[in-house]
């Protein structure tokens, strides 16, 4: 890897941001950092009680993610983010225009399944339908993957750091 990159490990929640995030770091030998830990108390209050966030809830939220990945500029690094809509990843990019972005894409219910077992994570599955009515897939035009999470972590892992291999840039 020549300047590495911050990737940013999106997609809805249950899809494995955080099991995969650290596991491509460690793939790609640079630093992970949770995405859910640059929440404020607030938003982690809102969604334990079920109530999904506004945008205006995300924003600080989102710009401490994008502090984060401007200050990986050049050296690298991997986030967790849901980053969800279109403007959430311009934002990110608008903070750090070098991110790239892996979405970890799944089937609803495989997903749900996963959730349901998780132990300790203050996101319900009753918030999963109103991740997948706000999620806007990359478009053609965002720099970055999508990576099907069937399949054990490993596997996951495999087909995500391939798949930024075939990306034009320092991670290929």
Not at 19 to 29: D, F, K, Q, S, W
Not at 71 to 84: H, K, N
Request: contains cysteine.
């Amino acid at each position: 890897m020549n300047t590495p990159q911050v990737v940013v490990v999106m997609g809805v929640a249950g899809t494995g941001k955080t099991t995969i995030g650290p596991l491509l770091a460690a793939r790609l030998g640079v630093p992970y950092a949770e995405g859910d830990d640059f929440h404020p108390p607030a938003n982690i209050a809102k969604m334990s009680a079920g109530t999904p966030l506004t945008d205006e809830d995300r924003g600080p939220w989102l710009d401490a993610i994008g502090d984060w990945a401007q200050g990986r500029a050049g050296l690298g690094g991997v986030v967790s983010c849901s980053a969800l809509k279109r403007s959430y990843r311009d934002r990110l990019r608008a903070a750090a225009p070098g991110v790239v972005f892996v979405h970890l894409t799944g089937d609803r219910a495989l997903i749900e399944d996963r959730m349901s077992h998780r132990q300790g994570h203050f996101m319900p599955t009753a918030l999963l339908d109103s991740q997948f009515a706000t999620l806007q897939p990359l478009q053609a035009d965002e720099a970055g993957v999508a990576v099907d999470v069937a399949g054990s972590p490993v596997e996951i892992t495999e087909r995500a750091a391939d798949a930024l291999g075939s990306l034009p840039g320092p991670i290929g």
